[in-house]
C-alpha cells in the first residue's frame, strides 16, 4: 500500500510542475506577443501610404513624399539625428524616411523635404522635418521644424500644418526659414 502512495505522490508532483512549466511558459509567450503587439502598433503608427502628398494646399499640394533612407540622412550630413536614432535599440529599425524635392525658396535648384517619423522624432505636434538646400554644393539646413504637412503658399514662405490649431508660418531670411508672427 505504501508503494502505491508514493507512486501517486510522484505522479501528482510531477504532474503539479508540469503544469507549473506550461503556466510559466504561457506566461513568457504571452509576454512575448504582448511586446510584439507594442512593437506592431509603433510601427502601425509609423506606416503611411506611399506616394502621399507633402502639403494641403499651395504649391506642395501636388508634390508627392517618397522613401528615403539612413543613407539619405547620412547624404544630406544630417549626422546628429543618425547618432540620436543609434543610441536607441532598435529605433532605426522602426524609423521611416520621407523625402521630396521642391523648389520653395529663391536660392538656386529645389531644395530637400525630409520628414524623420519614428518614436523618438514624432510627437503630438507631427514628426521632425528638415527643409536643406543644395545651392552652395554642400546641404544647407534651411529649416528644422515638427509637423505633419507643410505648405509653400508663396516663395519664400512655408506653413506648417496649415488649417489646424498648430499652425506655424516661416518665412525665408538669410538663407534661413524664420517663425512669422501669427497671422
Do not use: H
Not at 521642391?102 to 523618438?120: F, K, M
Amino acid at each position: 500500500m505504501k508503494a502505491v502512495s508514493k507512486v501517486t505522490k510522484l505522479r501528482f508532483a510531477f504532474s503539479a510542475l508540469a503544469v507549473f512549466a506550461l503556466a510559466g511558459a504561457g506566461a513568457s509567450a504571452a509576454n512575448a506577443q504582448s511586446n510584439r503587439s507594442q512593437n506592431d502598433a509603433a510601427r502601425a503608427e509609423l506606416q503611411i501610404p506611399l506616394d502621399r502628398p507633402v502639403g494641403v494646399e499651395g504649391r506642395l499640394a501636388q508634390t508627392l513624399w517618397g522613401t528615403g533612407s539612413e543613407k539619405d540622412l547620412y547624404d544630406m550630413r544630417l549626422i546628429n539625428e543618425v547618432r540620436r536614432l543609434a543610441r536607441v535599440p532598435g529605433a532605426m529599425r522602426n524609423t521611416k524616411v520621407w523625402t521630396t524635392r521642391a523648389d520653395v525658396s529663391a536660392l538656386a535648384g529645389e531644395e530637400i523635404l525630409i520628414q524623420i517619423r519614428s518614436p523618438l522624432t514624432c510627437g503630438s505636434l507631427g514628426c521632425e522635418m528638415i527643409v536643406l538646400s543644395e545651392a552652395s554644393g554642400s546641404p544647407l539646413v534651411l529649416l528644422r521644424t515638427i509637423g505633419d504637412t507643410i505648405d509653400a503658399p508663396r516663395m519664400d514662405e512655408l506653413v506648417v500644418n496649415r488649417g489646424s490649431n498648430r499652425e506655424r508660418a516661416w518665412r525665408l531670411r538669410s538663407n534661413r526659414f524664420q517663425q512669422m508672427d501669427k497671422r
